[in-house]
C-alpha cells in the first residue's frame, strides 16, 4: 500500500473485467497495478488497454508479488473457491466475483480461510451497491414502511437488442455446467435477486419452487417459467419470485435478457422498485407508498455500470478505513444456499430447508435431505 491507495491486481481478464477496471480510472483509494489471465497475450493486451505495469500468464506470480495489497479474483465459477482461499493464504485482501463457489461446502471452506486471515474478504455483488437497491434498503431501515412483512420479485427473460436470448457473456465455460454450476435462472443471475433478498428481508429459512410440467429447458439448464417461495428466519417474513420467458418482452438494456421488478410490504407501507436491471426508463426507480400518499423517488442513480465503480471503491475503501465490504464469506454462502436450495426443490418437488445443505457442507450425513454431498446441485 502507497499513500493510502491501495495496489490491486486482477485475475481472470475476461469480459466482465472491464467494468471491473472502470473502478480504477479515479478510485482515491486504489490503484489497479497488474494483470494476470491464462490465455496467451490476454493479460497483456488489458494491461496496455488499462495502463497497467505488470501483467501474468500464470495468477500464482501475481500472488507471490510483494508489491501487490489485493486481488479482484474474476474466474470462472469453478475456480472461485480454491483461488480465494490460495490468495487469503498468500496475505492478499481479497475480493471474489460472485457466487463464492459451486456448493456449500465450498462457501465453508472459503468462509474459514477467510476467518482465520488478516485481510479484507468480500464477495462482490454488483445488485448491492446499485441505485435503486441503494435507496431502498435506506428506506427501510429508515422505517418508511415499517417492519419489512413480504418481498415479491418479478424477472421476464426476453430477448435483447441484438438478438441474444440470454444476454450477458458468451465464453464457453459459462455453457459447460460443471464449471458455472448449471442452471443459470437461479444460479447465475439469480444470485443478484438472492443477495437483494437477503440484504433487505434477512437470511432465508426454507425454499419452495414450483415449474410446471414441461417447463422449457433452455440456456444452461435453466427451466422458465418457475415460482420461488420462501420464508426467512426470524420476523414472519415471507417472500416470493415469479419467473417467465417471453420472447417478444424486449429488454432495455441491449445486452441483458431480463427485465425485473420487486415490491416489499411493510407494516405502515409499500415499496416498488421498477428499475432492477432493465426495465424502461420513465417510471421512478424506487416508490414508496404510505399513509395515503405516493412518493416517486427520481433522484436515484440508475446507470448499470455505476455500479460496479461504486462497488470497487466500497473494496478498496474498506481495506484503507474499515468501512463495510458488502458480502461477508458466511452471508455469501446463504446467498449460494438459496439458490442451490432451490434448484433442488424444483427437481424433488419439496421444500428444503437451507440449514440441510449447511450441514451437508459441514459433512453430516443428510442423504436424505440433501442434493448431495456439500450441498451441490448440478443440471
Keep these: 500500500m502507497t499513500a493510502d491507495r491501495i495496489r490491486v491486481g486482477i485475475i481472470g481478464a475476461g469480459q466482465i473485467a472491464e467494468l471491473h477496471a472502470a473502478g480504477y480510472v479515479d478510485n482515491p483509494t486504489g490503484e489497479l497495478c497488474a494483470v494476470a489471465d491464462v490465455r496467451p497475450g490476454v493479460a497483456e493486451e488489458r494491461a496496455r488497454k488499462w495502463g497497467v505495469p505488470k501483467h501474468y500468464l500464470d495468477y500464482r506470480e501475481l500472488l507471490m508479488d510483494q508489491d ?11 475456480l472461485h ?33 477467510a ?24 428506506v427501510i431501515d429508515a422505517g418508511d414502511i415499517g417492519d419489512p412483512l413480504a418481498i415479491r420479485v418479478k424477472s421476464v427473460h426476453g ?6 436470448q440470454s444476454g450477458g457473456s458468451n465464453e ?40 410446471p410440467d414441461g417447463a422449457v429447458v433452455e440456456r444452461q439448464s435453466a427451466a422458465v417459467p418457475a415460482t420461488v417461495s420462501w420464508t426467512h428466519e ?31 410490504t411493510g407494516s405502515r407501507g409499500v415499496m416498488w422498485i421498477t428499475r432492477g436491471r432493465n426495465f424502461p426508463p420513465g417510471t421512478a426507480p424506487v416508490i414508496v407508498h404510505r399513509n395515503g400518499t405516493t412518493l416517486p423517488m427520481d433522484d436515484v442513480q440508475t446507470d448499470w455500470e455505476s455500479s460496479f465503480v461504486r462497488g470497487v471503491h466500497d473494496f478498496t475503501e474498506a481495506i484503507v478505513n474499515g468501512s463495510e465490504v458488502g458480502l461477508s464469506a458466511r452471508a455469501a454462502t446463504s ?11 424444483g427437481k424433488s418437488r419439496r421444500e428444503v430447508r437451507l440449514s440441510d445443505l449447511e450441514n451437508a457442507g459441514a459433512g453430516n450425513d443428510v442423504s436424505a435431505a440433501g442434493p448431495g454431498p456439500g450441498g451441490n446441485v448440478r443440471t
Excluded: C
Design 159 to 164: 430477448p435483447t437488442g441484438s438478438g441474444n
Design 234 to 264: 426470524t420476523g414472519g417474513r415471507i417472500g416470493s419470485w415469479e419467473m417467465l420467458r417471453r420472447p417478444d418482452f424486449m429488454a432495455h438494456i441491449p445486452e441483458y435478457g431480463v427485465n425485473e421488478w420487486t415490491e416489499i
Design 335 to 345: 446467498v449460494l444456499a438459496f439458490g442451490l436450495a432451490a434448484v433442488y426443490s
Design 81 to 113: 473457491a480454491a483461488v480465494a482461499i490460495e490468495a487469503l493464504e498468500a496475505g492478499k485482501h481479497v475480493s471474489l466475483q460472485k457466487p463464492i463457489g459451486l456448493s456449500v461446502s465450498e462457501g465453508l471452506r472459503v468462509s474459514d480461510a
Design 68 to 78: 501487490i495489497d489485493a486481488v479482484e479474483i474474476l474466474l470462472p465459477h469453478d
Design 115 to 138: 476467518a482465520r486471515a488478516t485481510s479484507v474478504f468480500r464477495v462482490f455483488e454488483n445488485y448491492l451497491t446499485y441505485g435503486p437497491y441503494i435507496r431502498a434498503k435506506q
Design 172 to 211: 464457453d465455460w459459462r455453457q459447460d455446467p460443471l464449471r458455472s454450476g448449471g442452471d443459470h435462472a437461479l444460479l447465475d443471475y439469480g444470485h443478484h435477486v438472492a443477495s437483494v433478498i437477503h440484504r433487505l428481508m434477512g437470511p432465508v429459512e426454507a425454499v419452495h419452487t414450483m415449474r
